[in-house]
């Protein structure tokens, strides 16, 4: 079974957060862990359509399907980088100066923000497209889906 901790591996090699590497003890590490959980809860109902099962052995920290290959580890470590960014974007630090009017000269920070969290919903959206359109590293045959028969084929060509 795939534990949990590989879907933290693949989310944390694509985020740079340095609060993470601060590690002094073993409750640190639960600490994060339980963060590192609540991204992998938000990135769940994004994936609309997988494969196999994303129910979780709460007792064990895997996932119940044994099925569950790198194809859907990038995606759910992707829309966790967008639960990420959004949580990092949205903290007050950068929400305050919309309300600051002595001060704007951060709106453009803000700007570049949303547009950084609006890059990784693409990035996530795109992935999880070249998911759907693949089986096992080759395209999905969708001629499959216009019939059965020779005859139905030569009407769709």
């Not at 591996?9 to 600490?31: H, P, T």
């Not at 966790?80 to 990092?88: F, G, P, S, V, Y």
Request: hydrophobic residues 35%; glycine residues 2%; charged residues 35%.
């Amino acid at each position: 079974m795939t534990s949990l901790m590989t879907v933290y591996d693949a989310f944390l090699a694509k985020v740079g957060e340095d609060d993470w590497a601060r590690c002094y003890s073993k409750e640190d590490l639960e600490c994060f862990i339980k963060d590192w959980r609540e991204f992998l809860n938000s990135a769940i109902p994004y994936f609309k359509f997988p494969r196999c099962s994303l129910e979780i052995n709460e007792e064990t920290q895997e996932f119940v399907d044994e099925n569950i290959s790198q194809d859907e580890i990038q995606v759910l470590s992707v829309y966790m980088k967008q639960e990420w960014l959004k949580r990092t974007i949205d903290t007050w630090e950068n929400i305050k100066t919309q309300y600051d009017e002595a001060d704007f000269s951060q709106a453009h920070l803000l700007d570049t923000f949303l547009k950084l969290r609006e890059a990784a919903k693409d990035e996530a959206k795109e992935i999880e497209a070249i998911y759907y359109r693949s089986r096992k590293k080759k395209p999905y045959k969708y001629s499959r889906l216009i019939g059965g028969n020779k005859q139905n084929r030569r009407r769709f060509r």
